[in-house]
């Protein structure tokens, strides 16, 4: 269920959910994301937001304990949207290095190719581990 948006300082609304930290919930996150970018006539950035998405909710579902994990869509200004996933887990996301790279180990690889920048906001609690994408403008 995609619950209603609030909108956000740069009058964009923002979109959340709460899942369960399991690798179904990623096909939900996807769903949202689609909602959020066609909302904001942003449908040109959607098969890289739907990988990144997917990357990051793979990432806190397979290394964390999180029973439920939140994803956030947001426009935290006119030029970026900002992809979000929300875990309980302190420890920092890691990027692998080319020479131990096998079958997996390659989702923070991708998100670092494929997004403007990305990055980890520590709380308490747990973390945020987000990536942005550039969009132009509205005229």
């Not at 990144?52 to 304990?65: D, G, P, Q, W, Y």
């Not at 970026?80 to 990027?95: Q, T, Y």
Request: aromatic letters at 6%.
């Amino acid at each position: 269920m995609i619950l209603p948006a609030k909108t956000h300082h740069t009058g964009h609304p923002g979109y959340s959910e709460t899942l369960p930290g399991l690798e179904e919930s990623a096909e939900t996150a996807r769903k949202l994301v689609r909602t959020a970018l066609a909302t904001w006539h942003l449908e040109e950035l959607t098969d890289t937001a739907i990988l990144l998405v997917s990357e990051l909710v793979a990432n806190a579902v397979k290394h964390t304990n999180s029973r439920v994990i939140r994803v956030v869509i947001t426009r935290p200004s006119e030029r970026f949207v900002r992809i979000g996933v929300v875990d309980r887990a302190r420890v920092l996301p890691e990027v692998a290095k080319p020479d131990h790279l096998l079958t997996s180990g390659r989702g923070l690889l991708l998100v670092d190719a494929l997004a403007e920048r990305w990055g980890t906001d520590v709380y308490r609690w747990g973390k945020q581990v987000w990536a942005e994408l550039f969009c132009e403008p509205a005229r």
